[in-house]
C-alpha cells in the first residue's frame, strides 16, 4: 500500500523536525560522528531502514572503519572500538530509546551524567528524541532506503 509522503503532506511539520534536526546536528557542540553514531544506533533499535541507510552513509563519510561500523549493534561486545564518550551515548541512546520499559533509570541517567557536561547531555537526549521522532515518521511512512539494487 502506498503510504503518504508526509513532508509533502505537511510541509509545516516537516520544517519544524527539520529545523530540530538542523539543531541537533550543528548547533549543540556535540561532535558530528557521536551525532551520527547516536542516529545510526537509535535507528537500529527502532527498525527503521531509511536512516539505517542515511545514518550508515553519514558515519562511513565521517571516516569510521567498516570493521567498527558493522559492530554498532553489538557494541557492548566491541567496546574497545569506541571511545568512553560514544560507549556513554550508545548506552543512554538505548535507555530513552526503550524508556517505555527502562523509564530511563537513575543508574543509567548517573552513567550517562558521569561522562557529559549538564548541558551536553540535555542536548544528547534532544538528539535521541529527535532520532526517535524522525524514524517513527519514516516507518509509519515507509519512507524507502537509498540502497539500490
Given at each position: 500500500?502506498?503510504r503518504?509522503?508526509?513532508?509533502?503532506?505537511?510541509?509545516d511539520?516537516?520544517?519544524a523536525?527539520?529545523s530540530?534536526?538542523?539543531?541537533?546536528?550543528?548547533g549543540?557542540?556535540?561532535p558530528?560522528?557521536?551525532?551520527?553514531?547516536?542516529?545510526?544506533?537509535?535507528?537500529?533499535?527502532?527498525?527503521?531502514?531509511h536512516?539505517?541507510?542515511?545514518?550508515?552513509?553519514?558515519?562511513?563519510k565521517?571516516?569510521?572503519?567498516?570493521?567498527?561500523?558493522?559492530?554498532?549493534?553489538?557494541?557492548h561486545?566491541a567496546?574497545y572500538?569506541?571511545?568512553?564518550?560514544?560507549?556513554?551515548a550508545l548506552?543512554?541512546?538505548?535507555?530513552?530509546?526503550?524508556?517505555?520499559?527502562?523509564?530511563?533509570?537513575?543508574?543509567?541517567?548517573?552513567?550517562?551524567?558521569?561522562m557529559?557536561?549538564e548541558?551536553?547531555?540535555v542536548?544528547l537526549?534532544?538528539?535521541?528524541?529527535?532520532?526517535?521522532?524522525?524514524?517513527?515518521?519514516g516507518?509509519?511512512?515507509?519512507?524507502p532506503?537509498?540502497?539500490?539494487?
Open positions: 500500500m502506498q503518504a509522503s508526509w513532508f509533502q503532506v505537511s510541509p511539520a516537516a520544517k523536525i527539520g530540530l534536526h538542523h539543531f541537533v546536528t550543528t549543540t557542540g556535540l558530528s560522528r557521536l551525532v551520527h553514531l547516536v542516529f545510526l544506533r537509535v535507528s537500529q533499535l527502532n527498525g527503521c531502514a536512516c539505517i541507510d542515511i545514518h550508515t552513509r553519514d558515519l562511513l565521517e571516516g569510521m572503519p567498516v570493521d567498527t561500523l558493522v559492530l554498532i549493534p553489538v557494541w561486545e567496546a572500538l569506541f571511545s568512553e564518550a560514544e560507549r556513554a548506552a543512554w541512546s538505548e535507555e530513552v530509546t526503550r524508556v517505555s520499559e527502562s523509564h530511563a533509570c537513575d543508574e543509567a541517567y548517573a552513567a550517562a551524567a558521569k557529559f557536561e548541558k551536553d547531555l542536548d537526549t534532544v538528539t535521541i528524541a529527535t532520532m526517535n521522532a524522525i524514524n517513527r515518521l516507518i509509519s511512512f515507509r519512507m532506503p537509498r540502497a539500490k539494487a
